[in-house]
């Protein structure tokens, strides 16, 4: 029998930063779990990551299994790296070396590792609400941590913790990213334009990126934040059909097509396909500082 991995207890600077997300009491560990003055107890899971969701507060959807996998395998092939490269770099400019860094929505943890790679004290946490993501996200960093939660919902985190928050392909929950941020911090967004995988909307029936996608973002934020800069990034690349099939199943687009009716339509593709990547990464202050 396989022996279980040792169990990674949370960080007492992660403490610092969490609150009960059933009262406004801090966290403590105890015994295996985390657990606030009222005595509302959290498991801290065997892979290392809390989970927060309790009752109402349980996520609607969340990424399964398979979606986790494909995009772990898609993310380490490096076809995604110009953006990381580009994530770290913006991180350096924008948190000091100690900063705290969250990533709402941080799936396997992937860029929020990047980033803590490129501020070398700094602390991150990721949330989400899929378990499998967050099994893979407590193993991405050392300095990195992982929590249960859905981003739509106010977070279990303290006002004004956050130096940086990251929003990669993921929900956006204005009011909650400007509580969290410090009135000097930053948050870093990115998004994919019209032009992202072009080339494969057509013959595998993906749907489409609203061409309005970053206007529509800044009138989210627009009660919250000033933007401060944007920059553009795009860049072909080669894929195989295996690698077709990881990067529209490790998207919500796999659910709009059958797995069969999908392996079939990458199977008919050239070997291999060029394929446009296409992403606004957007900085914005937080508003009335």
């Not at 700094?122 to 992982?146: I, N, T």
Request: glycine share 6%; with cysteine; charged share 25%.
């Amino acid at each position: 029998m396989p022996s279980r991995p040792d169990r990674r207890l949370p960080s007492d600077r992660l403490l610092t930063v969490l609150t009960c997300p059933l009262c406004p009491s801090g966290l403590a560990r105890a015994d295996g779990a985390l657990r606030c003055a009222d005595r509302h107890t959290f498991d801290i899971a065997r892979h290392g990551y809390v989970s927060l969701l309790t009752g109402r507060r349980r996520a609607a959807s969340a990424d399964s299994a398979d979606m986790v996998r494909s995009r772990a395998s898609f993310l380490r092939a490096g076809h995604y790296e110009p953006l990381v490269r580009t994530l770290a770099g913006a991180a350096a400019e924008l948190a000091p070396p100690d900063a705290t860094v969250l990533d709402a929505g941080s799936g396997t943890g992937h860029y929020l590792a990047a980033v803590l790679d490129a501020l070398p004290e700094a602390m991150g946490l990721g949330l989400d609400s899929s378990a499998p993501a967050l099994r893979a996200a407590a193993r991405a960093h050392p300095r990195g941590e992982a929590v249960g939660w859905d981003v739509w919902q106010p977070w279990p985190v303290r006002t004004g913790c956050a130096d940086l928050v990251l929003n990669v392909f993921a929900p956006r929950n204005g009011p909650e990213f400007h509580r969290v941020l410090r009135p000097d911090g930053a948050l870093l967004v990115v998004t994919p334009t019209a032009r992202h995988l072009r080339e494969l909307r057509s013959p595998l029936g993906l749907l489409a990126v609203d061409p309005r996608k970053e206007e529509r973002l800044r009138r989210t934020l627009a009660a919250h934040f000033r933007p401060a800069r944007t920059e553009p990034l795009e860049y072909a690349m080669s894929l195989t059909p295996e690698d077709v099939a990881g990067l529209v199943t490790m998207s919500p687009a796999a659910r709009h097509v059958e797995p069969a009716e999908l392996r079939r339509r990458v199977g008919e593709l050239p070997a291999p396909v060029r394929v446009t990547a296409s992403f606004v990464v957007s900085v914005y202050r937080p508003a009335g500082h």
